[in-house]
């Protein structure tokens, strides 16, 4: 798992991120206009919901599947949208430094410091957890974690990472496709369903999911006879 420490941790050690600023109301006045007389009526503009549906299975194997990915999504999810806190912080960063030395040497800083504090924790993944870890790092910052590996250090360092890794059936590139694959969809109905319950918080994924299409598709499918033998 030592790749993919490397990638999500690297983020953790930036300065604290800073705070937002004060936002302003979002209350928005219109006026109503009645025999000549202007009305002043105020609108809140509220966040979009999921209606999200009660939960059925076609049997005690997918609900049993649901339960342990729901365990492991739930595990991983902190450190995908740890590292989407703090790509941007981390970028600015690098982008600060002028020399190349100081950019190596800033990286050794960063390396020793996960070693000693955080390395330990997350090599406790299992290898379903990093791969599931690995998809939503593309959820949450809008990139493979091969990509971002190649960024952050080098292309062949990525390629060496990717290799190494296939040999544990986990892609470093693999994309968070909820409309292409079930385990995505069913993985982001966890995610929604957690943040409604305010178990997880909430942050937007970095490109748009339309998870009533998804929902649409699988639930469709799911719906559809088993072709038989002849």
Request: glycine fraction near 2%.
């Amino acid at each position: 798992m030592r790749y993919i420490v490397y990638i999500v941790l690297l983020f953790s050690v930036m300065l604290p991120a800073q705070e937002d600023p004060v936002k302003q109301d979002s209350t928005e006045v219109h006026y109503m206009y009645i025999e000549g007389d202007s009305i002043p009526v105020t609108s809140v503009e509220l966040k979009e919901v999921l209606v999200l549906p009660n939960l059925k299975f076609k049997d005690r194997e997918a609900r049993i599947r649901y339960i342990i990915l729901r365990r492991k999504t739930l595990k991983v999810y902190p450190y995908a949208k740890l590292a989407a806190e703090r790509l941007e912080a981390l970028q600015d960063r690098l982008d600060g430094l002028e020399h190349k030395r100081d950019k190596k040497r800033y990286a050794k800083i960063i390396q020793s410091y996960i070693e000693d504090e955080f390395s330990a924790e997350l090599k406790k993944l299992t290898k379903t957890e990093g791969q599931i870890l690995v998809k939503l790092i593309h959820r949450q910052t809008g990139k493979t974690t091969f990509d971002l590996i190649k960024e952050l250090r080098s292309g062949w360092r990525a390629f060496w990472f990717n290799s190494t890794a296939s040999l544990f059936d986990i892609s470093l590139k693999k994309e968070f496709s909820p409309i292409d694959e079930e385990e995505d969809y069913l993985i982001e109905d966890i995610l929604q369903r957690a943040f409604q319950s305010e178990r997880l918080k909430r942050q937007e994924p970095a490109f748009e999911i339309d998870f009533y299409d998804s929902l649409n598709k699988w639930t469709k499918k799911a719906k559809e006879p088993s072709n038989s033998k002849s």
